[in-house]
């Protein structure tokens, strides 16, 4: 069974002056492959969830546990074991403009991968794939190539750095927030393309966003992350539709549907206790509005069936031990 | 870029002072004998004429021949100290910043240490001691750099750790470059305004400090530099003697070298500033 | 164009408390003149909530600055007017309009909480709001001002006695919502007051604001780009495109009936739990403010369009209640 990528205990700290900050907090799971699936990594800001992207795409290093790729630790893979590594993990990031480096045009962000990982191809041939990847997310290379960043709009610059994902091809994308710096009118078209290099070209997406309305439209399995660890995770209709920890349901609650037939009614109210417990104790315990004495011990993360995993003690008679991947 | 210089006033105006002088040395040195701006070449004392474009000091120079050597010579320590304290500054300040760790603190500690260190003072103690006839324009370099590399080595480091943390970089490493091919190829390329406006800094700073040294007469006493002439000049003391013309051009050259680089300066300052910069 | 703003008001028949009419804005840059604001109608009583909608470079941001006379340079208003019961704020003394800021009329700028001054107590930022703009300077009565609003965003009144850092996002939102409030304004606008707000803390402060807005019985613009929002707290929606106003209606017309391409295509393309895996964008690309097409701005992307589009500009076509769309599809003759 190849796996594409293992996460195994993954722990992140921080250090803010004297005090330690968990920003990832025991995190496991296989990512298989086959078949392709999106699986969305949803959270506010806080909950880690661009902490566990920059760690799977080797940018930074856990405190505890490891990234195992292809039976290796990442960090310790010889040179060519690391470049299909890095081949086969690669990103779509935020903010359309960082990406770009301000010296070179635009081409510059789609040559540098055409050359590191095809080595083998000519310049004709090289100038062919850049052509076909910009012409794949609606894009006219006449109108792209060798203009420099900010002569383009926002939208026209993230779909390049999609194009430079259908570049590459990789076996896992790490998209973290794609649209949220895009207008909504082009969303559509670039959660569309991400859609098709899952079709197409069989890529993994794990897609980062705190927006579960485009999580809903796009992935097949979701995992909610608060403060650091994982608080339900399943397949995404179900999690959406019927949420059963607190702080899913709190964020389910919440969210602005564009659609009159679904207003914010019922509002849930936390229940803010400023006391902090220890961090033993559940990470949601100091809003949760179902809180009790069991959660200051941390509850396990339990499958209530299949595809529908959360971790609260709400639930701690019916669920049973299974591993988070076997859900997603 | 003929627009942004009609913006860019200071850099319009110093770049055309620096070519003024350009042409005037250039053309200074096609058509003069060097050896006139020696002594004992001409006729001593001589106010302006028509001969003698800036007229002849005590000891029988050329004026004319002295300011063109004298200003060809002062580019040169210019040139000179400030290559070198640049790219001392570009290596210090990139190795230091990239790599970060220990290496950084130690370069960091060592620049921090000798900043505060008054460098009139330790440039007068080295160039007093060393013999007068090994004072040539070489060691007059030297001097001035040994003491002025931290400023660089300090803003270069500045803009690289902030560069650094810019997600291109990331992509960057995403791509498959490895650490050397960051550094050159995205990040120095950005640097490129930065490292002008330094490398201009410390032009600026060799000229003058080359200056104050020649004119306190710590200089190479038999070369026609500036500030030479301008010590020559008082201890003859010219004014009081009427020889108005000897230590004039000398003074008016320095004015216009540190003025066009001084503007050349502010110039850069401001294109190297990302909000204030245009683009095409 | 002239003609657009007397047909409207000729025959919209509102008399609203706010009426904008005819206002125009453009920038002038090295790339040339950019027109932000085209001749923009708009019209809302006292109490109504209005959502102001639109992409990046659709002028909605510009729309409320313009409105409070906060345009700097190199941006300037080329005319136009507006009239909060009765005064034309565009044709008023630098010092009439500054009495009225707050007073009369209030803003809440985008990333409102990052400007509170870190070193102040909230109780020191709502007198120094408050004595900005209005002249009387008893403390007294200020702090009762001051209380009023607080609680009005249901925060306690212990919060005037800190700073800043002590506050979550929401909460330093909230107050500036209150700073917003102080003089119990005619018409508040508020320009994206969620955006750096996680979803929890974004219905909180949505709520609150219209609490507050329900309190005083001003007029709310919520200026912002996030179709949900206005579905869930607004009472109408006005859309806005490369610098004009395309439609206006109440929000159930925009969502269930919209009238305007552009409107129908922004609607569809939203992702509801209805049409999951069903992406529908908008192809091509806003029109440049600096040239912007003939006639209806919308036109080279819009699937309806036909020969008169490419050369006349719409008229708005006035429904009832300071509603309409400017569209040949529903042409005024």
């Known amino acids: 069974m190849t796996s594409i990528i293992e996460l195994r205990g993954i722990s992140k700290l921080?250090?803010?002056?004297?005090?330690?900050?968990?920003?990832?907090?025991?995190?496991?799971?296989?990512?298989?492959?086959?078949?392709?699936?999106?699986?969305?990594?949803?959270g506010e800001s806080g909950s880690g969830k661009t902490t566990l992207a920059s760690i799977m795409l080797g940018l930074i290093k856990p405190s505890t546990g490891n990234v195992v790729y292809q039976g290796e630790d990442i960090h310790h893979l010889s040179s060519t074991e690391y470049k299909e590594f890095r081949k086969n993990v690669q990103a779509v990031f935020q903010d359309p403009f960082a990406v770009f480096n301000p010296f070179y045009p635009v081409d510059h962000l789609l040559e540098v991968p055409i050359r590191k990982f095809n080595r083998q191809l000519k310049k004709a041939q090289r100038k062919k794939l850049m052509e076909e990847a910009l012409e794949a997310v609606g894009l006219q290379p006449r109108e792209i190539l060798g203009r420099y960043p900010h002569q383009l709009s926002g939208g026209q610059r993230q779909r390049i750095n999609v194009a430079r994902a259908i570049v590459i091809k990789p076996k896992l994308l790490v998209a973290d927030e794609p649209v949220s710096m895009v207008d909504a009118s082009l969303r559509a078209n670039i959660l569309e393309a991400l859609v098709s290099l899952r079709e197409n070209y069989n890529v993994n997406i794990i897609y980062i966003t705190h927006d579960l309305t485009t999580a809903y439209h796009v992935s097949d399995s979701?995992?909610?992350?608060?403060?650091?660890?994982?608080?339900?995770?399943?397949?995404?209709?179900?999690?959406?539709?019927?949420?059963?920890?607190?702080?899913?349901?709190?964020?389910?609650?919440?969210?602005?549907?564009?659609?009159?037939?679904?207003?914010?009614?019922?509002?849930?109210?936390?229940?803010?206790?400023?006391?902090?417990?220890?961090?033993?104790?559940?990470?949601?315990?100091?809003?949760?509005?179902?809180?009790?004495?069991?959660?200051?011990?941390?509850?396990r993360l339990l499958s209530l069936k299949k595809g529908h995993l959360a971790c609260c003690h709400l639930f701690q008679r019916e669920g049973a031990e299974s591993p988070l991947t076997d859900h997603l | 870029m003929y627009n942004y210089l009609r913006r860019n006033l200071s850099l319009a105006i110093g770049l055309g002072l620096l070519l003024m002088l350009v042409l005037f040395t250039a053309n200074g040195l096609f058509t003069i004998d060097v050896k006139d701006a020696y002594p004992l070449s001409v006729r001593p004392k001589q106010p302006p004429s028509f001969k003698y474009l800036f007229g002849t000091d005590f000891f029988g120079r050329d004026l004319y021949a002295a300011m063109v050597v004298g200003v060809w010579q002062?580019?040169?320590?210019?040139?000179?100290?400030?290559?070198?304290?640049t790219l001392i500054g570009?290596?210090?300040?990139?190795?230091?910043?990239?790599?970060?760790?220990?290496?950084?603190?130690?370069i960091k500690f060592i620049c921090q240490m000798l900043t505060p260190i008054p460098p009139f003072l330790i440039q007068v103690i080295i160039a007093s001691s060393i013999d007068k006839r090994d004072v040539t324009i070489l060691t007059m370099a030297t001097v001035v750099f040994l003491l002025s590399w931290m400023a660089p080595t300090l803003v270069i480091r500045a803009q690289v750790l902030s560069m650094r943390e810019r997600q291109f970089v990331d992509v960057a490493k995403l791509s498959g470059m490895n650490n050397f091919e960051i550094i050159f190829k995205e990040i120095l390329p950005n640097l490129i305004p930065f490292i002008a406006a330094a490398f201009v800094a410390q032009v600026f700073y060799a000229v003058f400090a080359a200056f104050y040294l020649a004119v306190i007469g710590l200089g190479p006493l038999r070369e026609p530099?500036?500030?030479n002439t301008i010590w020559a000049a008082q201890s003859q003391s010219a004014f009081f003697n009427g020889w108005w013309w000897w230590p004039m051009g000398p003074a008016l050259a320095m004015v216009f070298i540190l003025g066009s680089l001084a503007l050349i300066n502010m110039g850069l300052d401001e294109m190297a500033n990302p909000r204030i910069r245009s683009k095409e | 164009m002239r003609w657009?703003?007397?047909?409207?008001?000729?025959?919209?028949k509102m008399n609203g408390m706010l009426q904008i009419r005819?206002?125009?804005?453009?920038?002038?840059?090295?790339?040339?003149?950019?027109?932000?604001?085209?001749?923009?109608?708009l019209e809302l009583r006292s109490g109504e909530k209005l959502g102001l909608v639109g992409e990046s470079g659709s002028g909605k941001s510009t729309m409320g600055l313009a409105m409070m006379r906060m345009i700097k340079p190199p941006g300037r208003i080329e005319g136009g007017a507006v009239t909060i019961g009765g005064t034309d704020l565009l044709s008023l003394s630098d010092k009439e309009m500054l009495k009225s800021r707050l007073s009369t009329i209030s803003y809440i700028p985008q990333g409102a909480m990052n400007s509170l001054n870190p070193v102040l107590k909230i109780k020191?930022?709502?007198?120094?709001?408050?004595?900005?703009?209005?002249?009387?300077?008893?403390?007294?009565?200020?702090?009762?001002?001051?209380?009023?609003?607080?609680?009005?965003?249901?925060l306690g009144e212990h919060v005037l006695e800190m700073f800043p850092h002590e506050l979550s996002g929401g909460m330093k939102q909230r107050v500036c919502i209150a700073i917003g409030i102080l003089l119990q304004p005619q018409v508040i606008i508020a320009d994206e007051p969620t955006s750096a707000l996680d979803v929890v803390t974004q219905r909180q402060v949505i709520e609150t604001l219209n609490k507050v807005q329900a309190k005083i019985g001003s007029a709310l613009i919520l200026i912002g780009h996030d179709m949900g929002l206005m579905a869930q707290s607004m009472d109408k929606v006005a859309v806005m495109y490369a610098g004009e106003i395309v439609e206006v209606n109440e929000v159930e017309t925009v969502f269930n009936a919209p009238k305007h391409p552009y409107t129908q295509s922004l609607i569809s393309s939203l992702p509801r739990l209805e049409n999951r895996g069903k992406f529908q964008g908008i192809p091509g690309m806003a029109p440049s403010l600096y040239q912007l097409p003939d006639g209806c701005k919308f036109h080279p992307r819009c699937p309806k369009h036909f020969e008169r589009c490419t050369s006349e500009i719409p008229l708005p076509q006035i429904l009832e209640d300071g509603n309409y769309v400017a569209c040949h599809l529903h042409g005024a003759s």
């Open chain 1, 14 to 42: 921080y250090k803010v002056g004297k005090k330690e900050v968990r920003a990832l907090n025991n995190i496991s799971f296989n990512l298989e492959g086959e078949p392709a699936k999106i699986i969305t990594v949803a």
């Open chain 1, 222 to 299: 979701i995992i909610v992350l608060y403060r650091g660890s994982v608080m339900e995770a399943g397949s995404i209709i179900p999690v959406i539709e019927t949420p059963q920890h607190p702080y899913t349901r709190l964020l389910i609650n919440s969210i602005p549907w564009p659609d009159l037939s679904r207003k914010w009614d019922n509002q849930i109210h936390e229940n803010p206790d400023i006391q902090e417990i220890g961090e033993q104790g559940c990470r949601f315990y100091s809003r949760c509005p179902e809180r009790m004495d069991s959660c200051l011990q941390a509850p």
């Open chain 2, 74 to 85: 002062t580019a040169l320590i210019g040139l000179i100290a400030g290559a070198a304290g």
């Open chain 2, 90 to 106: 570009i290596f210090l300040g990139f190795v230091s910043a990239y790599f970060g760790g220990i290496v950084d603190a130690i």
């Open chain 2, 225 to 227: 530099l500036l500030g």
């Open chain 3, 4 to 12: 657009q703003t007397l047909e409207y008001a000729a025959r919209s």
């Open chain 3, 22 to 41: 005819d206002l125009s804005v453009s920038y002038y840059t090295d790339m040339g003149r950019a027109h932000a604001l085209n001749h923009v109608n």
């Open chain 3, 124 to 154: 020191r930022q709502m007198i120094d709001a408050h004595n900005a703009h209005r002249e009387n300077r008893n403390t007294d009565t200020i702090m009762t001002l001051a209380r009023e609003a607080i609680t009005s965003v249901e």
